[in-house]
DNA sequence: GGGAGATAATTAACATGTTAAGTGAATTCG
DNA sequence: CGAATTCACTTAACATGTTAATTATCTCCC
């Protein structure tokens, strides 16, 4: 008997009430899955180095923008404020950034990749280079970049709904 | 020989303040962001009841099959086994789900959804439905089916790459 | 029958996601 | 000036992601 894996409730004859969207091909599900298929590619190189796939994203920011305040971080990085500093917390305990804190603003404290940093990321990124080429070469260069052209339409689209609770940022 | 979108640390000594617009631009990243895009619609309704995006995802599951094995609901809602075990063991302690060992093999659960979890769910359908059509009218329904499609291929295209540690499903 | 291995599910341990609350410093404005 | 407010960041608390180890059961095969 094969394996439907595409196929969880062909034949559910129970349980009916309104007979909502095939939940395994929801958006999220879908996107879910896909991130999910990509990242299982870099997890094991990533993890070779000791390196989860956010401590990862950090240093590869910080190793571009030389050093950055811990909310352009945050954003850059896409990641939510308690998440960043304990990973911060971590890696700075691992010698991998550095710290310290504005002279002109003592709340901001300035982040930045350590020489040890830019050390691990040297030996890291030819193994993901290689990950992401092999990527794209399997779902082909011209699709990739219409993939990526479409999240980002749809992340466009969606932004504007949640701007109620934030600032006409005019001047 | 096109130049990589992904360059990481090509020749940056002392990058200067360059926002480093090709890691934002990756592929994790997009899939990353566009999802959370997306969730960020439905979380605030599903608080409102209490429930998780993951608990949700198992509800409407349960929903759908009737019952189902814990591995085989794994699979379905696309969660790993612990993260499943610690749902499964919230929800019935919430009246939501139903559990009973299978008979035929003592190892093996059956999680069922209870009366009390299709009211829930019955009470979060509708805004959910809401939710969705609304993504689906601002993004362009054709259009989404055409995103899901290419997910879809991503995913297949990168299944086949990890399939070496698993075995050839069919004799 | 019984032991070696396979399997289903859980537990453990650590890291992150998510929201709320807390802390200390800067800004506003009386 | 100085109290109220805002701001940047951290901590807290809980839920999940992720991998490894454990437990209990089952299957196979001698």
Redesign the pocket.
């Known amino acids: 008997m094969a394996k439907r894996p595409t196929d969880p409730n062909a034949s559910a004859p129970a349980a009916r009430q309104v007979p909502m969207r095939d939940f395994s091909r929801s958006l999220p599900m879908s996107l ?1 899955r896909a991130r ?1 298929a990509v ?2 590619q870099f ?2 190189a990533l ?1 070779e180095h000791g ?5 990862w994203r ?1 240093l590869r920011a910080l190793a571009a923008i030389e050093a950055a ?6 954003r850059t990085a ?13 890696l700075e305990a691992r010698n991998l950034i550095e ?1 310290k804190t ?1 002279k ?8 930045s990749i350590s020489k040890e940093g830019v050390k691990l990321m040297a030996s890291v990124a030819p193994s993901s280079e290689a990950i992401y080429a092999e990527i794209t070469r399997r779902f082909g260069a011209r699709k990739l970049v219409e993939l990526q052209e479409m999240l980002g339409q749809l992340e466009v689209c969606l932004a504007s709904v949640d701007a109620r609770d934030e600032i006409t940022d005019d001047a």
């Open positions: 879910l999910e990242m299982r997890r094991p993890r390196l989860t796939e956010q401590q950090i305040e811990v909310t352009e971080l945050a896409f990641l939510l404020g308690p998440s960043l500093s304990r990973i911060l917390r971590d710290r504005a002109a603003d003592q709340r901001r404290s300035m982040v």
